[in-house]
């Protein structure tokens, strides 16, 4: 543990140094030193009681908990996406492919005046459907209509095929942006209730150094606070 020197030059205890910075280790240093204080009702603190304390702990931890298994969660609907948006990407040559079966004889630009209502647009020197998620939706929408207008439904990359591309795209564009938006509440809620925890562990690490001047050392590893650094 950290000390400063008091006015007397007398050494005292710095309370920030007593507790963790990392998420977890703040944890379990939080919830050890409010179980203590569950039997060492002794210590009162004006602004919160145990109880209270308690519950933000529990639910600090829960947060950290839920935090750690939806993040390990994205990648795979990450690498889920990259592989359907392959899929998308590699399969619009079929419909190009269609198109120029059916209007192939009126020219390269008659062809190409059907892609936008398929969704497909130019993008640089190519013809493709546009990359960023909600662009994307709109297109694949377009991509099942003009597969129904012009006749296309039953063809090996027709109306089964896009629409089934269309439902897993469309699943986990959702389910990413839920997750996403999961992970950055939990890390905003975490951020809240580790701010009031660490003024509630400091308090009670001030209450113990004020009583036991002389053994607060002891008295603190017996609350939980071990590591003189973390």
Known sequence: ???????????????????????????????????????????????????????????YNTIIGNRKNDGGDRPQYTAALKTVNAEIDGSIKYIK??????HGEEGKAVVQSYYP??????????????NDASNRKIALGLMLKAIKDNNFEDRKYGLTFWTGLKTRYDDLVQTS??????????????????????????????????????????????WGFQKEKY
């Open 177 to 222: 942006r839920t997750l996403d938006g999961t992970i950055s509440n939990n890390v905003g809620d975490k951020n809240v209730l580790k701010e009031e925890l660490h003024e509630v562990l400091i308090s009670i690490i001030n209450v113990i150094t004020g009583n036991f001047p002389k053994t607060y050392h002891e008295q603190l590893r017996k």
């Open 117 to 130: 209502a398929f969704g497909i647009v130019k993008v640089g020197d190519a013809f493709e459907i546009p």
């Open 1 to 59: 543990m950290e000390e400063n020197q008091n006015e007397g030059g007398k050494s005292k205890p710095n309370s920030r140094s007593n507790i963790p910075a990392g998420d977890m280790d703040f944890g379990t240093v939080a919830n050890d030193a409010v179980a203590m204080w569950k039997v060492e009702n002794w210590l009162t603190l004006q602004y919160i009681t145990q109880a209270e304390a308690q519950g933000k702990i529990d639910l």
């Open 97 to 102: 492919s269609y198109l120029q079966e059916e």
